[in-house]
């Protein structure tokens, strides 16, 4: 992404309040996955939804799982927790010309 935008360690790190060798760490997977907050602050300075990230939606499937036994027994779908919000919009179209195609 940051090829894309053509912005160097040294602008992201402005752009989202950390540090340059903290985010070369995480480019190049020589740290932990960041926490939520880092997250966020990255998202917002690629102008995306937290949800774009896997460690983000990973957690937040995490305590889906952890609270489904306990409130999940309306059988609430949690894909969208796995996907980006484009990958859902395209899920929910497939499963919509699906649901078409059987109900003739």
Do not use: T
């Not at 989202?16 to 966020?40: A, F, G, T």
């Amino acid at each position: 992404m940051l090829d894309e935008k053509k912005w160097s360690y040294n602008q992201l790190s402005y752009r989202c309040e950390l540090s340059s060798q903290y985010l070369n760490q995480l480019v190049n997977k020589k740290s932990l996955p960041p926490k939520d907050e880092n997250i966020r602050k990255i998202a917002i300075a690629f102008n995306l939804e937290p949800e774009y990230f896997k460690e983000y939606r990973n957690r937040r499937l995490s305590e889906k799982m952890l609270q489904s036994d306990e409130s999940d027994s309306d059988g609430e779908k949690h894909y969208n927790i796995l996907l980006s919000p484009e990958e859902i919009k395209k899920l929910e179209i497939i499963i919509s010309e699906v649901k078409e195609k059987f109900s003739k």
